[in-house]
Structures are given as C-alpha cells and as structure tokens.
C-alpha cells in the first residue's frame, strides 16, 4: 500500500491495529510519523492517547503495556515507536502484535533495514498489519519527483531551475522538500519557481554549478569550464570534486548509450536512458561533437581522474588542478 493510500484511509477513520514502515528511504517513514502523531487524534484526545517511545530508550515491555491501555474519553488511542532499528530485543513485540487490540493503532518506523523476510516477527507484520517497504529513489527519478512535488504544492518550477535543485542537493527527499516550503515562502503571490529564485534562496550559483560545468563540457568551451572550476576552487563548498565527478560520468554514460541506438527518434532514446525528453539535446550534441571515441576515452579519464582524486596513484594535487588537467584531456582527447 502506498504512502498515499495509507493517509487516505487514516483520513476516513479506517485503521489497521499495526503498522510497520521499514526500509531506506527515511522521508515517506517520517511523513508517515508526522502524520500519524498530529492528524489522527485531535488534540484533546492525544493528551490521554497519545505515546511516543524512540527504540534506543525504549523496553519492549513498556511499548506493550501502552498498547495494552484503553483509550480514555475516545475512540482509540495511537501508540508511536519510533527508530525501532535501535530498540533491543524488538522481536518480543510478537505476542502484542499477534493478538492486537482493536481500539490501539500501533504504528513502528524501522528505518534503513528491514526485517527478515523468513522470521516470526516478517509473518506476523503481513498477518496482522500493515508493512510499507521503502526504497531509495533512483537519480533518475529526482526531477520528476520533484517537480510533482512542486506541482502538489501549486506552484511551478522552470526545468533549468529543477536540475539545479536536483543536481545540487541529489537523492535527499527530506531537504529538496525542505528548499521547495523554503522558497515557496520567499515567493509570495508569485506561483512559478525560476533559476533566480534558486540561486537567492537555496543558495546555487546559476551560472556556476554542475549543470553549466556540464554545459561546458557538451559544447567543448574550455574557457567557460576554466571559469566554472575558479569559482567551485574559491567557493569549495558550491560543489566538491566528489560531486562534479559523478555527474559528468552520469552524463557521458548515457551519452555511451546513444551509440547503440542509432535510428531511434528521441522521444525513445529518452525514454530507454532514463532522463527527461528536454535534456536530450544536451546528450545529443555531446554525441556529436565528441563521437563515439570520445566519449569513450571521455568515460576513462573521469575513472582515471576519480581515482587521482581519492590519492590512489597520485601524488597529492588540489582539487580544481585536477580537474582544470580533466577538462582540457577531455576536450582534446580525439
């Protein structure tokens, strides 16, 4: 069941007696938490109904004997545990969740693992509650997560602005949803969210960042990533090497890719690579203007210059030398 349907049917008065949300992706698992913890008592019935243990503090014993109570001057009363992962001896939860009672909504974050799919505990859960297994989110799936975000928040973003965003903060559900509320406050009446706006409020650079970088690279304009490096050496903050090198090897994979379908339109590149139809340009013209050699030899020199950046075969080099003697390779290459 979806993190969606859960709160629609919280919001319909329709409960399971357990719930355990497990997995990695800890943002749906605390938008679930959060929920769970102010929406489903109203105020005056959570000061009697309300318990929230956290797994490193709590005993099992304790977490059972408050699922155990009755509600008071209510329906039913929540009981939350939160970041289980830590709890000891969480498997003598069983005999509570095998015979729970019906007027106690349970409700369990397990965050970063799961539980063993062959154990008592696994089978009880499917039995008898409810499990929602995360995962994390592809890359590739980042800017169309983020721009229903926006969208589910009645506002629009520009798709510079999106990869901005995206590239800049990557696979962090939690803060790219945080930077959105954050810049949706500044915009005021105005409902659509602009590069400008990316740059005043979160703090990126819109003509110094990953994306331009990569624009440089696409279009061999040496000056331009010269220019790009200066900045990210005097502001090392704005983007480290451990992310610049990622994302160019990102696109120059998928570039790669391109090679093996010759024929098909773009529409159908785009959608077996994986990225939005609006960027394919920038992957095609990268294909043209380095061919097939080089973006080969373009795939090796980020392998060989990631691993100088962490020091194996190297002697010590700064950063932005590193990648400056990159670009120029790269450009040159064939």
């Known amino acids: 069941m979806s993190v969606e349907k859960i709160i629609g049917n919280w919001k319909k008065k329709l409960f399971k007696p357990v719930y355990w949300f497990e997995g990695e992706e800890s943002y749906y698992i605390d938008k679930l938490m959060d929920y769970a913890e102010h929406h489903i008592l109203t105020d005056s019935e959570a000061s009697f109904n309300l318990s929230v243990f956290y797994g490193k503090d709590a005993e099992w014993a304790s977490v059972t004997n408050a699922c155990m109570r009755y509600p008071m001057f209510a329906e039913r009363q929540v009981v939350l545990l939160k970041e289980a992962q ?28 799961k539980v063993d799919g062959r154990s008592k505990l696994a089978k009880l859960l499917k039995e008898k509650g409810e499990v929602l297994t995360t995962k994390k989110m592809y890359d590739s799936q980042l800017p169309e997560w983020a721009n229903e975000l926006v969208r589910s928040k009645g506002c629009t973003i520009s798709q510079k602005a999106l990869m901005l965003l995206v590239d800049h903060i990557g696979n962090d559900l939690s803060r790219i949803d945080n930077e959105v509320n954050k810049m949706l406050v500044n915009l005021g009446t105005r409902k659509n969210i602009t590069e400008d706006d990316i740059e005043s409020f979160v703090g990126i650079s819109k003509e110094y960042n990953v994306f331009e970088l990569q624009d440089a690279f696409v279009k061999k304009d040496l000056a331009k990533a010269i220019r790009i490096i200066q900045y990210f050496e005097a502001n090392p903050k704005a983007a480290p ?34 990225v939005n139809p609006y960027f394919m340009k920038d992957y095609m013209a990268a294909a043209r203007n380095y061919n097939y050699e080089g973006v080969e030899a373009a795939l090796l020199l980020l392998h060989n210059y990631n691993l100088k950046s962490l020091g194996v ?10 990648l400056k003697e990159m670009a120029v390779k790269i450009m040159t290459a064939i």
């Open 86 to 113: 830590q709890m000891r001896d969480v498997e003598k939860l069983e005999p509570y969740i095998n015979n729970p009672l019906s007027s106690t909504v349970f409700i369990v974050s397990y965050k970063e693992k």
């Open 241 to 274: 090497i451990q992310l610049i090198l990622p994302s160019l090897y990102n696109f120059f994979s998928k570039t790669y890719l391109i090679f093996g379908q010759l024929g098909a339109d773009e529409k159908t590149i785009a959608a077996n690579l994986g």
């Open 313 to 322: 075969n190297s002697i010590a080099q700064e950063d932005a030398s590193l």
